[in-house]
């Protein structure tokens, strides 16, 4: 059951009208598979087709070619849309409102009601397909985004129906709100919310359905280091509850510490698929040895204790009194190096690859396809 592919995504192909006769590429051959309660980051740089993927998963997009499958389903399956929770790259909401009359408003357009159970699979209505209003391709980007990135406005409900909405959706409301930190600030108007809190409420959102798969696009820019942070632990505490995870981002460095598997997208093609630690370990090509002298004591430098023989097994040397750091760039001298320093009086302390962080592992990735 943990294995089994959330989403799928088998060569999909997507162009954008460029002019009156071009097509732009954006997406090419795009395959690509998140599991179950795992936290998938999109990553690449601005440009490179990030939302046209995350709105062609979401079927707000026309695709040229491809299949993508949610749960082992077709997108046009309701129970599928309504087992999604997308948060857009800029979330808008009416400022006059309350975070709990946003967070009833989106209730009401999936039509959940109090009792039993709102928000189990089998009772949520197509609500889905109200919320995003299902937009087809236009001609512009900025055309596309519109239609959904603007709050919708609420279906009218039957008067009948307005007192229905009360006691467990409300608690839901709630709970959702504890959950991204907003419980004080539920009754505030949006007017006075920072971006943060906005990008929080946009989350709470995307949850109010109880959906097993969130979509997030760039949730974590334009926040601040403390905001950023905030927002990472409720993404780990939703895969906690066995929620997964689907989120583009142009940060590298949120991804590394999050991320279960990372695909690296560069102009609509993924050039790098994998988890965190293998695409970091391939990028470890160095080591360095901390070690200490063989006489802590004694005034001479460090340095002057290296033989010759060490000196020209490694690249450079970095010591103080007490200790040298040998940063050796041909891993595979590393056992000579070590019983050289050895043999010369030295105690090894620790023997560590030399990783590239993910984002110099990107840069240089996507400055190579360049
Ligand atoms: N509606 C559109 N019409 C034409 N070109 C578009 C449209 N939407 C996006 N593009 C182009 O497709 C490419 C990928 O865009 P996008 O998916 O928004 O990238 P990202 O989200 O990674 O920044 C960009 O070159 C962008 O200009
Ligand atoms: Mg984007």
């Known amino acids: 059951m943990s294995e089994q592919a959330v989403i799928q995504i088998k060569g999909l192909n997507k162009t954008y009208p460029r002019g009156f006769v071009h097509r732009y590429e954006a997406l090419k051959d795009v395959d690509l598979s998140v599991k179950k309660a795992e936290i998938?980051?999109?990553?690449?740089?601005?440009?490179?087709g990030k939302t046209t993927l995350i709105k062609s998963i979401l079927g707000l997009l026309k695709y040229d070619s491809g299949s993508?499958?949610?749960?082992?389903?077709?997108?046009?399956?309701?129970?599928?849309?309504?087992?999604?929770?997308?948060?857009?790259e800029t979330p808008n909401f009416y400022s006059y409102l309350t975070a709990f009359e946003i967070m009833k408003l989106y209730a009401r357009l999936y039509n959940m009601k109090d009792s039993p159970h709102p928000t189990s699979l089998s009772?949520?209505?197509?609500?889905?397909?109200?919320?995003?209003?299902?937009?087809?391709?236009?001609?512009?980007?900025?055309?596309?985004?519109?239609?959904?990135?603007?709050?919708?406005?609420?279906?009218?409900?039957?008067?009948?129906?307005?007192?229905?909405?009360?006691?467990?959706?409300?608690?839901?409301?709630?709970?959702?709100l504890e959950l991204v930190g907003l419980i004080d600030a539920i009754h505030t108007r949006l007017r006075a919310f920072?971006?943060?809190?906005?990008?929080?409420?946009?989350?709470?959102?995307?949850?109010?359905?109880?959906?097993?798969?969130?979509?997030?696009?760039?949730?974590?820019?334009?926040?601040?280091?403390?905001?950023r942070a905030e927002f990472k632990e409720i993404l780990r505490k939703l895969?906690?509850?066995?929620?997964?995870?689907?989120?583009?981002?142009?940060?590298?460095?949120?991804?590394?510490?999050?991320?279960?598997?990372?695909?690296?997208?560069?102009?609509?093609?993924?050039?790098?698929?994998?988890?965190?630690?293998?695409?970091v370990d391939t990028g470890a090509t160095s080591v360095n040895i901390t070690a200490f002298t063989p006489h802590p004591t004694s005034p001479t430098r460090g340095e002057e204790k290296i033989s010759n023989n060490i000196k020209q097994l490694v690249k450079n040397i970095t010591c103080n009194n007490e200790q040298c750091i040998f940063h050796v760039n041909d891993m595979e001298k590393t056992n000579t190096i070590l019983s050289e320093l050895i043999k010369n009086g030295f105690s090894i302390i620790k023997v560590e690859p030399v990783r590239q962080s993910l984002e110099t592992l990107i840069s240089k990735m996507i400055k190579e396809q360049a």
């Open 40 to 48: 998938f980051g999109f990553l690449g740089p601005n440009g490179a």
């Open 194 to 227: 920072s971006k943060g809190m906005l990008q929080r409420l946009g989350m709470a959102q995307a949850l109010i359905n109880d959906p097993e798969l969130l979509i997030l696009d760039e949730p974590m820019s334009g926040l601040d280091p403390i905001g």
């Open 123 to 176: 009772e949520k209505q197509s609500g889905f397909r109200v919320k995003h209003g299902m937009t087809e391709e236009g001609g512009t980007q900025a055309g596309l985004g519109q239609g959904e990135e603007d709050t919708p406005s609420p279906p009218p409900l039957p008067s009948g129906e307005r007192n229905k909405v009360r006691g467990t959706v409300d608690a839901l409301i709630k709970e959702k």
């Open 68 to 88: 993508i499958k949610l749960f082992d389903k077709d997108l046009d399956d309701t129970d599928v849309k309504n087992n999604i929770g997308y948060l857009p």
């Open 239 to 279: 895969r906690k509850q066995g929620k997964t995870i689907f989120f583009s981002s142009h940060i590298i460095p949120d991804a590394e510490e999050l991320c279960d598997h990372v695909a690296v997208i560069r102009t609509g093609k993924i050039i790098k698929i994998g988890t965190v630690s293998e695409l």
